[in-house]
């Protein structure tokens, strides 16, 4: 279901306080039709329930784009654009709007920043050509948390599969585009083996993964009742129905925590830093070459 929206404002703005320069983020919609079923977004913090169930196009974005772009290009030289980081860019719905492709260009061609892209969506291959001439100023972290379709549709039921995101990252990372691979989020003893990690690195490699990235799982309660069911209400449901034997172990796990306790983190790091290594890919997030 979509609905068509004005936007106030079209980036979120923020200074980095290690490098002073302007740090940029920019969702043309809001929703997303891939319904994963771990995605934070979902929880009362960041989303009323009705927007949780609809996409809403913010079909004016171009426009409150160009004036605040107006107004930060004199004062801002450098900095970076992260491209979306609540909602895919490219779900379904790109395809009608164009919106994504719309910023992309407008970024690319008008302004000095660099670009970070976050998606799970094949349909980033759209912008191939577009990229391709800005090369040195894009980085796109694509999604991959398991190489287990089964697992991929119980939690990523709508979104491309396994072996087309491979190909997206294989397609940019041989034309020179630098394309790694967000391990977000790591889903507790579901995606977190030794065998899970070493054959999703294994096919990493193959791909031609640029770097690798990661994070874990958190799981928010409701504060008020804006929502009838909190974010991990839901994802307790879907573990109920397809992994019971593990709702306990992760009632302790999370216990008083929105993500899992350090002890459990150090583990997992240890063993992520160790598999990256052996198929030697990076494990500090995207390198920039301008």
């Not at 694509?142 to 549709?153: A, F, H, L, Y």
Request: hydrophobic share 35%.
């Amino acid at each position: 279901m979509e609905k068509i929206i004005n936007c106030k404002t079209a980036l979120n703005v923020s200074i980095n306080r290690y490098t002073n320069e302007i740090e940029l983020s920019i969702n043309p919609y809001l929703g997303c039709y891939h319904k994963c079923n771990y995605c934070y977004v979902q929880a009362e913090k960041y989303s009323k329930e009705k927007t949780i169930n609809e996409v809403e196009v913010k079909i004016n974005i171009i426009d409150v784009l160009i004036k605040q772009l107006n107004n930060l290009l004199p004062k801002y030289s450098s900095g970076i654009v992260y491209l979306g980081t609540s909602s895919d860019p490219f779900q379904p719905v790109e395809r009608k709007y164009k919106l994504s492709h719309k910023i992309l260009s407008l970024l690319l061609e008008h302004t000095p920043y660099n670009i970070h892209i976050f998606t799970k969506s094949v349909f980033i291959l759209d912008e191939l050509e577009l990229i391709k001439k800005f090369k040195e100023r894009v980085n796109i972290s694509i999604t991959i948390i398991t190489t287990d379709e089964k697992i991929k549709n119980v939690f990523e039921p709508y979104s491309s599969s396994i072996k087309e995101r491979l190909y997206c990252m294989k397609e940019f990372n041989s034309n020179n585009i630098s394309c790694g691979c967000s391990i977000m989020p790591i889903l507790p003893y579901i995606t977190d083996s030794k065998e899970n990690i070493e054959k999703l690195f294994s096919v990493l490699k193959d791909a031609l993964c640029s770097y690798v990235w990661w994070g874990y799982l958190t799981l928010r309660e409701n504060i008020t009742h804006i929502n009838k069911i909190s974010q991990k209400e839901k994802y307790f449901a879907i573990l109920s129905q397809h992994f019971p034997e593990l709702v306990e172990k992760y009632k302790i796990l999370y216990k008083n925590r929105i993500s899992p306790n350090l002890e459990y983190q150090k583990i997992v790091d240890t063993r992520l830093k160790f598999y990256a290594k052996k198929y030697k890919i990076l494990f500090c997030g995207p390198k920039w070459t301008k």
